[in-house]
């Protein structure tokens, strides 16, 4: 069941079309990696999808619900988890901690001003970090954390509302390869395991081809192919805007 | 009005824009590129205006004696701007933004003692312009000769330093470092030499700005922080860092100014109202209009983070036992005190007590929600009003008090809701100008407030005022208080706030509305200063004006940097040692500002993280080495 | 020509480079790999005076430069190309060159806006556009014409193929060779081993501020256990 559907999408700036009607849909449990050159628009796209940017035109429904139109924090309390490109977290705060601020909003106890945050919702919070694979960091500050674990911890806070849909925006960038190939295999496998739908970004292609179930191509704000990730790879238009001559990704695509 | 009348004052708001103008594009033109938002920049323009007083009397009132006073004066303070980047500023630029105000506002303590010490309190009026001393008869009027030169300076002025930033290459350089000074430097960009050259021209602007007002003027020894108010509202409603703004909201704001003079009284549905009272806040109105409608300022653009400035707040832990101990005793030592001390400590003490609320109170803004706020004093002060007007109308006074609190709550509810639109300098200008507006407010309503005079005899119940009940209930009431600010940080309110301030992005993301919760933090902060307001009305027995005044504010910003602002406890520490500090010099010397701020200046230097940051940092070094 | 011997530095309290030593030759394109957070940065940012070492020599042909303020290393010839990109928004393409210019040296190629426009054609049709309305992949080709402007003779280049297209990457790999050609001395951080592949002639490995391997980037190729160790490939 598609529980994302975008049709017509479009943003202009100053005269200059972003984004021109892209449509297309997402189902429950599927993995959707949306790429393209840099300034394709993948992520004005992506800002419209998750209430940073507004919309100028056509639809994009989450579950049957218009997105258009909603701040981010409205998207989020109707199911929906996000990463960013660069990590943010909340450097004051212990790993655990911050995985519990998600939960206390999720829980509805934000405006408490006698009960001690820190005691609240502990067994939920390293449930979830448990689930990413970083429970044993629980106790250290954010701040001082290695890059690829930050990650990590962004993914178990936008996991804290139960999410049927998760956005995430080049979730590995300014990762090692190794890290970045274990850390979409994570989110594949949570993904399946609880039926969510996974839209992302990316420019890495080792990644992309190893996890994607589909692909959609973004050139000029236009959607310039749309596929499994062996058709994309074969489509020559693709190749030439993008994929170049094929000596930055591994030869085997992952099945 | 009259068409002529009209003319006439919009030619006068042009004249005074000029001057207004060249301060402001010194201000801009060195936040822009050091970041440094520069507290001092008024007392550049007074010194202007002194150098230039004194250099015409020397060079003598000729022609060249005038001219050639008024641009070496410039010239002087721009070299004295130069001196003061070289040895102080120069050691800031990698310190925290508030430890570099800090800093400034030492300067202008102790500029303001250098110009007591050298010129005397006494007001000082320059000559008339040679050459321009006569009047020209304008639309059937008289309009003054100088004006008519000082209209015609700013246009000229901007467009030297619109050239100077565009086709030259040190203004191609300078750009490039406002934007991204440590990038410029590896590109082979001699910063340091740059941010001489941009200090010691902005404080020239600033001094030029200064010394051609000496013909309309007199050298007053306050004009430094009423021109920096001025100047922070122009720098702010044009956009931070933009020249053409600041040029096009000084004419805004010189020609509403000269336009409220020009109508004066006027009657209307029977009620008479007097514009040219509002002078004293139109510039501040304007301010936050424009503000609410385009939050950067009318051409400015949303602030970047500049790269590496964003400190890392440290986590923050429950108290641990040793720390409950230690509260708990000094509370015990609190109560134990008036055994043996004398009458003049406890008041001191009493004082203590009150003002650590008041900065614990502004901590709670400024370091869990990340709010810098300016104007903190307006709540402390309408707490102190509203408690005093409510025994004046025979309300008991044990009611007053509790009722006190919610006069800065709902000044802050009201004045908070703008604030938190806003974030960085542009929310620090907004609340200092809501705390000017408030100021005059209560400043000019004679029958209500009492004016300038105050209002007297607010003493508290006779059960109260013997002995030293005062104090007891001054020590329970603030160690609740601070105590429950404290708790409040620890609580999901508290890390709501955090999470707003770490990272207002992925807030957002988990659903949290920031502006909200920074509201009611606003809110909440505006109660608990409106209890330390009331509490010093009552202790005093009087208040005036100065409850709210700008350097009210100030007090409350330099306890809670100098206490150090990344502890809970420094706003404590801060407000104690600031309070005796302040009570100590000043039974000691006529100048006891420079030497208040030779100290501050020491602290910062030698202590950046704040006294309780300082004690902080010892104790994990020496529990580090333990471990070891 | 650039060389690090036994150099330790610190961002505040973390201690991040432990006795790193390391060469790059006139002519030679050196890598430097390792995970995010290894030090790869740093690395460059203290041999351009970002980051002053806490002890040890960096010394830049021949001449001792680690006492030495960032703006003091420019002018000696050695460029460098900060990560994230970081061109001057406010700036047209053309001033953005402006900032970066210094007189020519006898040493090292020569550059002006107009040899610059022919190694990146992209621009050429751009020079009073804003940088902040350039794409990533044309911010990343004005970050290197930049540092260019200074005619170095060497260049620090920190994670040039992040977040760009692999069509732009690859223009990227022929742009380094390029310089190589014109006898530069070029040292570059990454992680992406394919990148590195297409254009470095030798690598080190570096993992938590040490060095753990130094070889030809063929060695490396070859050597699957290194690379299944530090690299996880």
């Known amino acids: 069941m598609n529980i994302l559907r975008v049709a017509n999408l479009s943003k202009a700036y100053g005269g200059v079309h972003a984004v021109r009607e892209v449509s297309f849909s997402l189902a429950a449990g599927e993995l959707l990696a949306l790429i393209g050159p840099n300034g394709a628009g993948k992520t004005t796209c992506f800002n419209m999808l998750n209430g940073q940017i507004a919309a100028d035109g056509g639809s994009a429904e989450f579950e049957g619900r218009s997105l258009i139109g909603l701040k981010p924090r409205q998207i989020w309390r109707l199911g929906v988890g996000r990463t960013f490109q660069i990590t943010a977290t909340f450097a004051s705060m212990s790993v655990r901690e911050n995985v519990q601020t998600a939960l206390l909003n999720y829980h509805g106890r934000l405006n408490s001003v006698l009960a001690l945050a820190e005691r609240l919702y502990v067994d939920e919070a390293m449930e979830l970090l448990a689930r990413v694979g970083i429970a044993e960091q629980a106790a250290r500050p954010c701040a001082v954390l290695a890059y690829?674990?930050?990650?990590?911890?962004?993914?178990?806070?936008?996991?804290?509302?139960?999410?049927?849909?998760?956005?995430?925006?080049?979730?590995?960038?300014?990762?090692?390869?190794?890290?970045?190939?274990?850390?979409?295999?994570?989110?594949?496998?949570?993904?399946?395991?609880?039926?969510?739908?996974?839209?992302?970004?990316?420019?890495?292609?080792?990644?992309?081809?190893?996890?994607?179930?589909?692909?959609?191509?973004?050139?000029?704000?236009?959607?310039?192919?749309?596929?499994?990730?062996?058709?994309?790879?074969?489509?020559?238009?693709?190749?030439?805007?993008?994929?170049?001559?094929?000596?930055?990704f591994s030869g085997a695509a992952h099945a | 009005?009259?068409?002529?009348?009209?003319?006439?004052?919009?030619?006068?708001?042009?004249?005074?824009?000029?001057?207004?103008?060249?301060?402001?594009?010194?201000?801009?033109?060195?936040?822009?590129?050091?970041?440094?938002?520069?507290?001092?920049?008024?007392?550049?323009?007074?010194?202007?205006?002194?150098?230039?007083?004194?250099?015409?009397?020397?060079?003598?009132?000729?022609?060249?004696?005038?001219?050639?006073?008024?641009?070496?004066?410039?010239?002087?303070?721009?070299?004295?701007?130069?001196?003061?980047?070289?040895?102080?500023?120069?050691?800031?630029?990698?310190?925290?933004?508030?430890?570099?105000?800090?800093?400034?506002?030492?300067?202008?303590?102790?500029?303001?003692?250098?110009?007591?010490?050298?010129?005397?309190?006494?007001?000082?009026?320059?000559?008339?312009?040679?050459?321009?001393?006569?009047?020209?008869?304008?639309?059937?009027?008289?309009?003054?000769?100088?004006?008519?030169?000082?209209?015609?300076?700013?246009?000229?002025?901007?467009?030297?330093?619109?050239?100077?930033?565009?086709?030259?290459?040190?203004?191609?350089?300078?750009?490039?470092?406002?934007?991204?000074?440590?990038?410029?430097?590896?590109?082979?960009?001699?910063?340091?030499?740059?941010?001489?050259?941009?200090?010691?021209?902005?404080?020239?602007?600033?001094?030029?700005?200064?010394?051609?007002?000496?013909?309309?003027?007199?050298?007053?020894?306050?004009?430094?922080?009423?021109?920096?108010?001025?100047?922070?509202?122009?720098?702010?409603?044009?956009?931070?860092?933009?020249?053409?703004?600041?040029?096009?909201?000084?004419?805004?704001?010189?020609?509403?100014?000269?336009?409220?003079?020009?109508?004066?009284?006027?009657?209307?549905?029977?009620?008479?109202?007097?514009?040219?009272?509002?002078?004293?806040?139109?510039?501040?109105?304007?301010?936050?209009?424009?503000?609410?409608?385009?939050?950067?300022?009318?051409?400015?653009?949303?602030?970047?983070?500049?790269?590496?400035?964003?400190?890392?707040?440290?986590?923050?832990?429950?108290?641990?036992?040793?720390?409950?101990m230690a509260l708990v005793a000094a509370l015990a030592l609190l109560a134990l005190l008036p055994l043996v001390s004398d009458r003049y400590t406890l008041v001191l003490l009493t004082d203590i007590l009150v003002f650590a609320l008041f900065a614990v109170s502004l901590h709670f803004i400024m370091g869990p929600a990340g709010m810098h706020s300016f104007g903190h004093a307006a709540y402390f002060g309408l707490g102190a009003y509203a408690a005093a007007l409510l025994l004046k109308h025979a309300v008991p006074m044990e009611l007053a008090l509790a009722l006190a609190?919610?006069?800065?709550?709902?000044?802050?509810?009201?004045?908070?809701?703008?604030?938190?639109?806003?974030?960085?300098?542009?929310l620090a200008m907004l609340t200092l100008a809501f705390a000017q507006i408030a100021w005059s407010v209560v400043y000019q309503w004679d029958a209500f407030t009492g004016g300038s005079n105050g209002l007297v005899g607010i003493w508290p119940a006779p059960w109260l005022s013997s002995g030293n009940a005062f104090y007891y209930l001054t020590l329970v009431l603030c160690a609740a208080a601070i105590l429950l600010l404290w708790r409040i940080v620890y609580t999901p309110f508290g890390y709501a706030l955090r999470a707003g301030r770490d990272s207002p992005l992925r807030a957002d993301a988990i659903g949290i509305d920031v502006r909200r919760q920074q509201w009611l933090g606003f809110?909440?902060?505006?109660?608990?200063?409106?209890?330390?307001?009331?509490?010093?009305?009552?202790?005093?027995?009087?208040?005036?004006?100065?409850?709210?005044?700008?350097?009210?504010?100030?007090?409350?910003?330099?306890?809670?940097?100098?206490?150090?602002?990344?502890?809970?406890?420094?706003?404590?520490?801060?407000?104690?040692?600031?309070?005796?500090?302040?009570?100590?010099?000043?039974?000691?010397?006529?100048f006891w500002r420079a030497v208040l701020g030779g100290i501050i200046l020491l602290l910062v230097l030698a202590f950046p993280q704040g006294i309780a940051g300082f004690i902080r940092e010892r104790w994990e070094a020496r529990a580090g080495k333990n471990r070891a | 020509m650039l060389e690090m011997k036994g150099v330790n530095s610190a961002y505040g309290r973390a201690h991040i480079l432990y006795d790193l030593s390391l060469s790059a030759n006139r002519g030679e394109v050196v890598v430097l790999l390792g995970r995010n957070g290894a030090g790869k940065s740093t690395t460059l940012k203290t041999l351009i005076g970002l980051v002053p070492p806490l002890s040890g020599e960096i010394s830049f042909d021949g001449r001792r430069i680690e006492r030495l303020e960032p703006y003091q290393i420019a002018r000696l010839g050695l460029g460098y190309v900060p990560e994230e990109r970081r061109i001057f928004t406010d700036l047209s393409v053309m001033e953005n060159l402006e900032v970066g210019k210094q007189a020519p040296r006898a040493d090292a190629p020569r550059w002006t806006p107009e040899k610059l426009f022919r190694l990146f054609p992209n621009l050429a049709g751009m020079r009073e556009r804003p940088g902040a309305h350039m794409s990533g992949g044309e911010q990343q080709m004005l970050t290197i014409a930049r540092t260019l402007m200074g005619n170095p003779r060497a260049i620090l280049l920190d994670e040039p193929s992040e977040g760009l297209a692999p069509v732009i990457v690859e223009q990227m790999a022929k742009t380094i060779l390029e310089l190589k050609q014109e006898g530069l001395c070029v040292l570059l951080s990454e992680q992406n081993l394919h990148f590195a592949n297409l254009v470095a002639d030798r690598a080190y490995i570096i993992e938590k501020g040490h060095i753990r391997y130094e070889g030809s980037m063929a060695a490396l190729a070859a050597n699957e256990q290194i690379r299944a160790t530090y690299l996880s490939i």
């Open chain 2, 405 to 426: 609190p919610l006069g800065g709550g709902i000044a802050a509810l009201l004045f908070g809701w703008f604030c938190v639109r806003l974030s960085g300098v542009y």
């Open chain 2, 523 to 590: 809110a909440l902060a505006g109660v608990f200063a409106g209890l330390a307001g009331a509490l010093h009305a009552f202790s005093k027995g009087s208040i005036s004006p100065d409850t709210l005044a700008i350097p009210r504010s100030v007090d409350g910003l330099v306890m809670v940097l100098m206490g150090g602002i990344q502890t809970l406890t420094g706003a404590v520490a801060g407000a104690a040692v600031f309070t005796w500090l302040q009570d100590v010099i000043t039974r000691q010397t006529e």
């Open chain 1, 148 to 248: 690829g674990d930050l990650k990590r911890v962004e993914l178990a806070i936008a996991l804290a509302n139960r999410p049927r849909l998760l956005l995430m925006d080049e979730p590995t960038a300014g990762m090692a390869p190794a890290e970045r190939v274990a850390l979409m295999g994570l989110t594949a496998e949570l993904a399946r395991a609880s039926n969510i739908a996974v839209l992302f970004t990316e420019h890495d292609m080792d990644v992309v081809f190893a996890h994607a179930d589909r692909i959609l191509v973004l050139n000029r704000g236009r959607l310039i192919a749309e596929g499994k990730p062996a058709e994309v790879r074969a489509n020559r238009e693709v190749q030439e805007v993008y994929l170049g001559t094929g000596s930055l």
């Open chain 2, 1 to 324: 009005m009259s068409l002529s009348a009209q003319f006439i004052q919009l030619l006068n708001g042009l004249a005074s824009a000029s001057s207004l103008f060249l301060v402001a594009a010194g201000l801009s033109l060195i936040f822009g590129v050091t970041r440094i938002v520069n507290f001092a920049h008024g007392s550049l323009y007074m010194l202007g205006i002194y150098t230039a007083y004194s250099l015409v009397n020397v060079f003598g009132g000729g022609m060249l004696g005038f001219w050639g006073g008024v641009l070496c004066a410039g010239i002087v303070v721009g070299l004295f701007g130069a001196i003061v980047e070289r040895l102080l500023l120069r050691r800031l630029y990698h310190a925290p933004e508030l430890l570099q105000l800090l800093a400034t506002f030492a300067l202008v303590l102790i500029v303001r003692d250098f110009a007591l010490w050298i010129w005397g309190p006494e007001d000082l009026l320059g000559p008339r312009a040679p050459g321009l001393g006569g009047a020209v008869a304008i639309a059937g009027r008289e309009f003054p000769q100088y004006d008519l030169f000082l209209i015609a300076l700013g246009p000229v002025v901007l467009l030297l330093l619109w050239l100077l930033l565009t086709r030259t290459r040190w203004g191609t350089l300078v750009r490039a470092a406002t934007e991204d000074r440590e990038m410029a430097g590896a590109l082979g960009v001699n910063q340091a030499w740059l941010f001489t050259s941009v200090f010691a021209l902005g404080a020239f602007l600033a001094g030029l700005g200064g010394a051609v007002q000496i013909p309309r003027e007199p050298a007053v020894l306050t004009m430094d922080l009423t021109i920096l108010s001025d100047v922070f509202v122009v720098v702010v409603v044009g956009g931070m860092g933009s020249i053409p703004g600041a040029f096009l909201a000084a004419v805004l704001i010189g020609v509403i100014k000269a336009f409220c003079i020009g109508i004066g009284n006027v009657s209307l549905l029977g009620i008479d109202f007097s514009f040219s009272k509002l002078t004293l806040v139109i510039e501040f109105i304007v301010m936050a209009v424009v503000l609410v409608f385009r939050p950067w300022g009318l051409l400015g653009r949303q602030q970047g983070i500049p790269r590496g400035a964003a400190a890392v707040e440290p986590p923050l832990h429950l108290p641990s036992r040793g720390m409950f």
